[in-house]
Each structure stands twice: as C-alpha cells, then as structure tokens.
C-alpha cells in the first residue's frame, strides 16, 4: 500500500496582537494532527519597518509571534499577499528568517523576485511536496523583483466595457491575468511538478468581503495552475470563505478567509485610536462591512466568523481525497475546529450554500469529523456527483 499524507492548510493568519499564540489555543491540537501544517502569513514580522505601502498599509507585527506556528506545528508558511512589502525590506527579511529560524519553510515572498518565487519543498514517509505562492491582489508595490524584496506574483488586469450607448451606465467589469505573468507562474508549476510528488500553489486572490461571486479570472488562474501540474489550489485574501469545486479531479479552495485575526487594540482597523488611520479606516471596502460586535476587537462581519481547515490527503500518484475541517471563530476571536455537531454543520451548511451561490458544483460528505467533496476513483466512494453533473452541463 502506497504511504499517504494529510495536508492541513489554514488561511491568513494576523498576528499583531500581543501573546499572539493564545488565539490558537482551540485549534492546536487539531492542527497538530495533520502530517504536514500550512499556514499564510499576512503580515510582515519586524521591529525595524518602515511603513512601504500605499493603499492601507498593515504595522509591523512583532517577530516574535511566529513561535506560535511553531507551537501548532506548522511546516511551511506561504507570504505572497498585498501586505508582504508594508514594511519595506526589512519587513520581507525578518519574516523570512525568523520563520527559518524556528524550522519553518516560507515560498512566495524574498528579498529578490528569484527568491520569492523559489518553492518551499519537503520530504516526508518517501512523499516529496512543494509549495508556491503568488500574490494575485496587487498593489503594484508590493511586488518583487530582479532588485526589490516582495511579493512573488501574477499581474491580474481589469477593463471595464459600456455595454450600452448610454454615457455613464454601469460598465461591465473584465479581469484576466497578462499572459507572461501567467506564463511565468505556470513555469515555476511545471519546473516543481518534475521535482516532486504533489505541488500546491496557493493565491492571495479574490475580492473582499464577496463570497457569492468570482471574478473572471480566478477560475481561469486556478485552472491554469492545475494544467501546468499543480494537484491542489489554495486560495485567500478575501477576509470570507468562497467555494469549492474539483478542476481534472483536483481540488480547487477559492478562498479558505482568515484563520486568526489577531489585532493589538490600536492597529485594528476599526479602532478609533489608530496611530495609522490610513489602514483600513478608510477602505472603501471594510466601510461596507458591519463588524460583529459580539467578538472581541473584531473588525469583520458575522459571516466572516465561518472558516475551515482544507484538508488534501495525497499519495505518490496524486490527490486520495479533499475537503475540510469546519471552524468557527469565537467571542475571543479564537478558531474553534468543530467536529458533525451543531456547529459543524452550520459551517457546512454555509459552504455548501456559497458553493452553489457561485455557480460552483462539490457534493459534501462526512467522513469522521472532517467533510470531503472528492475522493478518487476507485476508493470507497466516486468523486463528487457534482462534477460530472457540470461536466455534463458543460460549465467545466
């Protein structure tokens, strides 16, 4: 029998706030159950930045809040988001190397475009898997390159069209990824595909806050990172869960949120004490998000709560199985895994409920206290009935 691994990977991590690791004190344990732990890091670790950004730049968050991944036993962290370049190099650096320092491999961010585009790669029970992770968000600024530390990175263009001869209609919206950037990316998949077993390639990706709808180029980019050989794509950024659905019986997570948002009081983005009100408080997208008040120095909206765990099992021939572990983020701001009870359902329920709001087919399954949507031919069961279902009505 071929030896098997589970991959655990988990969203955006935000970890400002003082003793940082006690918001992981819920999911620890389940975290540490996976063979191997991912995690996205959102913002820069330092304590010698200088704000870089020009949107909402994020503050610098102490370095010494990563030991927590450490505690919960993950082995890679991705870094490529619209925060990686916030804090200018320094930010980059620090991040990177104390990451290192605490045995954690990190792809997607460096002080170089090459660097930042090197994957992060590990062997374990005979398996070999590779990580890559692109920031699809921009700005501009955050980007690495030949002479810059950053973001790697794939250029995402949006035109807007007047569908009709009446001047200052609602345009309709066009986005695409520019063809050597994507090129480039898919490059990097198949340069890694010949070295490893599995190659995951995770995107910071979407738009804010929405769920029920994907821009035009997220399924495009998805897609073109499965045919150049990647067996799972993970997406974030979004700030809430988006759907699921399986590309050439692999598994695409267009966005699994954040999985803990910890805020020292002054750097949230709500706080009225903010020595930065540049961040955030005047985003034109969080001015559209009501923050649930029943969490704990919380900026984000109820629906915002719902997270998950993506769980990919693999093998030396690919993809076993896929789905989730349901969470659900507490009154303490706290991820708290949740097994087929009342709140694991709920979660479900609204995963699969945003999965068929985007136009997305998956089948959900329990499996113990986990929820697969494919499994591969041949084992216990067939891959999800929804996927052949879309293949049938031709939206794959």
């Given at each position: 029998?071929?030896?098997?691994l589970?991959?655990?990977?988990?969203?955006?991590?935000i970890?400002?706030?003082p003793?940082?690791?006690?918001?992981?004190?819920?999911a620890?344990?389940?975290l540490?159950?996976y063979d191997v732990?991912v995690?996205?890091?959102e913002?820069?670790?330092t304590?010698?930045?200088?704000?870089?950004g020009?949107e909402?730049?994020?503050p610098?968050?102490?370095?010494?809040?990563?030991?927590?991944l450490a505690?919960c036993?993950?082995?890679?962290v991705?870094l490529?988001?619209?925060?990686t370049f916030?804090q200018?190099?320094?930010?980059?650096e620090d991040?990177?190397?104390e990451?290192r320092?605490?045995?954690?491999l990190?792809t997607g961010a460096?002080?170089?475009l090459?660097e930042?585009?090197r994957p992060?790669t590990?062997?374990?029970d005979?398996l070999?898997?590779?990580f890559l992770?692109?920031?699809a968000?921009?700005p501009r600024e955050?980007?690495a390159?030949p002479v810059?530390?950053?973001?790697a990175?794939?250029n995402?263009?949006?035109h807007?069209?007047?569908?009709?001869?009446s001047?200052?209609?609602?345009p309709?919206e066009?986005?695409?990824?520019?063809?050597r950037?994507?090129?480039?990316?898919?490059d990097d998949v198949?340069?890694?595909a010949r070295q490893?077993d599995?190659?995951?390639v995770s995107?910071?990706?979407?738009?804010?806050f929405v769920h029920?709808?994907l821009a035009?180029y997220?399924?495009a980019?998805?897609r073109a990172a499965?045919?150049a050989?990647?067996?799972?794509v993970?997406g974030?950024?979004?700030?809430?869960?988006r759907g699921v659905?399986?590309?050439?019986?692999r598994?695409?997570?267009?966005?699994?949120n954040?999985?803990?948002a910890a805020y020292e009081?002054?750097?949230?983005p709500?706080?009225?004490?903010?020595d930065?009100p540049s961040f955030?408080?005047?985003?034109p997208v969080?001015?559209?998000?009501?923050?649930?008040?029943?969490?704990?120095?919380w900026?984000?909206?109820?629906?915002?709560r719902?997270?998950m765990?993506?769980?990919?099992t693999v093998?030396?021939?690919g993809v076993?199985s896929a789905?989730?572990?349901?969470?659900?983020?507490d009154?303490?701001?706290?991820p708290?895994?949740?097994?087929?009870?009342?709140?694991?359902?709920e979660?479900?329920?609204?995963v699969?409920?945003?999965?068929a709001?985007?136009?997305l087919d998956?089948t959900f399954?329990w499996?113990?206290?986990?929820?697969r949507?494919?499994v591969?031919?041949?084992?216990?069961?067939?891959l999800a009935?929804?996927?052949?279902?879309?293949e049938?009505?031709?939206?794959?």
């Open positions: 029998m071929m030896p098997e589970t991959i655990g990977y988990v969203g955006d991590l970890l400002g706030a003793d940082a690791g006690r918001y992981l004190d819920l620890r344990e389940a540490r159950r732990a995690a996205h890091v913002w820069p670790h304590s010698r930045g200088a704000y870089c020009v909402y730049p994020a610098a968050a102490p370095p010494e809040n990563l030991r927590a505690e036993g993950f082995g890679v991705t490529a988001s619209n925060h916030d200018g190099p320094a930010g980059v991040t990177v190397s990451l320092r605490l045995g954690i990190t460096g002080m170089t090459d930042a585009r992060a590990l062997a374990r005979g070999r898997l590779g992770s692109y920031n968000v921009g955050s980007w390159t810059k530390a950053g973001a990175w794939v995402v263009l949006s807007y069209e007047l569908e009709m001869a001047p200052g209609s609602q309709t066009y986005t695409f990824v520019e063809q950037s994507l090129e480039g990316m898919q198949e340069a890694l490893v599995i190659v995951s995107f910071h990706k979407g738009m804010g029920a709808e035009q997220e399924r980019l998805s499965i045919d050989g990647a067996h799972v993970i974030h950024h979004a700030h809430i869960l659905e399986i590309y050439k019986d598994p695409v997570f267009h966005g699994i954040h999985f803990v009081p002054r750097s949230n709500r706080s009225e004490e903010t930065r955030g408080s005047r985003s969080l001015r559209q998000v009501t923050p649930d008040a029943t969490v704990q120095n900026p984000y909206s109820t629906d915002s719902h997270t765990i993506a769980r990919v093998d030396s021939e076993v789905g989730f572990q349901p969470a659900y983020i009154a303490q701001a706290r708290q895994p949740a097994a087929n009870d009342e709140l694991g359902q979660v479900t329920s609204y699969r409920r945003i999965t709001d985007a136009g998956a399954e499996e113990s206290d986990w929820v949507f494919l591969r031919k041949g084992n216990a069961s067939e009935a929804g996927r052949t279902q879309g049938a009505s031709g939206r794959r």
